[in-house]
C-alpha cells in the first residue's frame, strides 16, 4: 500500500527525513520517534502536502508527486490538530466533507459514518459542546466518509483520557479488520506495543529499528518493554553530551 524508496526532505540546511527506505501492507504501522524526527514530514509527503526534495513514494500504487490527486482519492488524513468546526454540528462537519469529496447519496454515507462511530444521537449538536474523544471520533467519521484505502493518523489518541483513548483504538482496530491500512505516528510507547502490527523508530530522519514490537523487544532482552527499544534505539540530547540513558534508566531500576 505504501512504497517508499530513499526518500528526502530537507529545509535549507536542516534534513528532516534522510533517504528512508519502507514498504507498509495492509496493517497498523507505527511511526515512532522524538520531536523533530522527521515523523510528520514523513506524513506531510505521503499525504501530498509537501513535496520530497529526492526519492520517491507510491501510495497504493501511485505517486505522491506525479499523481498527487489520485493518491489523495485514495486516503485519508486526521492531523493532531483538531479538524473540525465547532460552530458546526457534528453531522453538518461530516456532510461537508461528503460534499467536498462529491459523494454520491452522500446523507445515508454521512448516517452511516456517524454510526460507525458511535455519534449518531448526538450529531445535531454543536461540536462545542463534544468532548475530546467525541471530536477524535468526528475527525475519524469525516476521514471515512469517502471510504479510503490508506488512512494516515497523527497522534490520534493525544490528550484523551483512558476511555477516550480505549475507544479510539476500537475503532482503529475495526478498520483494520475492514480491510484499511493505518499509518499513524504517536508518542504513546504502551499504545504501539499493544495495537501496532509493526513500528519503526525514526531519528534525526532515519529508521534506527523496524519489525513488530514483540521481535524488537525480544532482541533488547527479557522483561523489556517498546519503551527499551526506543532509548536503546534514539540518541538523546543527553546521550550525545557523554550521558548515557541506558545507565540512567538501569540506576533507577536498581533503586
Known amino acids: 500500500m505504501i512504497e517508499i524508496k530513499k526518500l528526502s526532505r530537507s529545509f535549507g540546511n536542516l534534513i528532516a527525513v534522510d533517504k528512508l527506505d519502507l514498504d507498509v501492507g495492509n496493517e497498523i504501522f507505527g511511526l515512532l520517534g522524538p520531536n523533530g524526527a522527521g515523523k510528520s514530514t514523513t506524513v506531510m509527503m505521503l499525504t501530498t502536502l509537501i513535496k520530497p526534495s529526492s526519492g520517491t513514494a507510491k501510495v497504493c500504487g501511485y505517486d505522491v508527486v506525479r499523481d498527487s490527486k489520485k493518491v489523495r482519492s485514495k486516503i485519508s488524513y486526521v492531523p493532531q490538530d483538531m479538524a473540525v468546526d465547532r460552530k458546526l454540528t457534528g453531522r453538518e462537519n461530516v456532510l461537508l466533507f461528503a460534499k467536498l469529496y462529491g459523494i454520491p447519496n452522500r446523507n445515508s454515507k454521512v448516517d452511516e459514518v456517524l454510526e460507525m462511530m458511535a455519534l449518531s444521537d448526538r450529531a445535531g449538536d454543536l461540536v462545542k459542546t463534544y468532548s475530546g474523544g467525541m471530536r477524535r471520533r ?51 510507547l504502551e ?23 514483540e521481535n524488537l523487544i525480544n532482541d533488547i532482552g527479557e522483561n523489556a518493554s517498546l519503551n527499551d527499544v526506543f532509548l536503546e534505539k534514539v540518541k538523546t540530547p543527553e546521550d550525545q553530551a557523554g550521558f548515557n540513558s541506558n545507565q540512567f534508566r538501569n540506576l533507577l531500576r536498581r533503586k
Open 191 to 213: 499504545e504501539a506495543e499493544k495495537y501496532c502490527n509493526r513500528v519503526a523508530i525514526i531519528d534525526k530522519g532515519r529508521i534506527t529499528a523496524i519489525g513488530t514490537p
Open 138 to 188: 468526528l475527525e475519524l467519521a469525516q476521514a471515512l466518509v469517502h471510504e479510503p484505502e490508506v488512512l494516515f493518523l497523527d497522534e490520534p489518541t493525544l490528550g484523551l483520557d483512558i476511555s477516550g483513548r480505549r475507544k479510539i483504538w476500537e475503532h482503529i482496530r475495526m478498520l483494520k479488520a475492514e480491510g484499511m491500512t493505518i499509518f499513524m505516528t504517536t508518542h504513546y
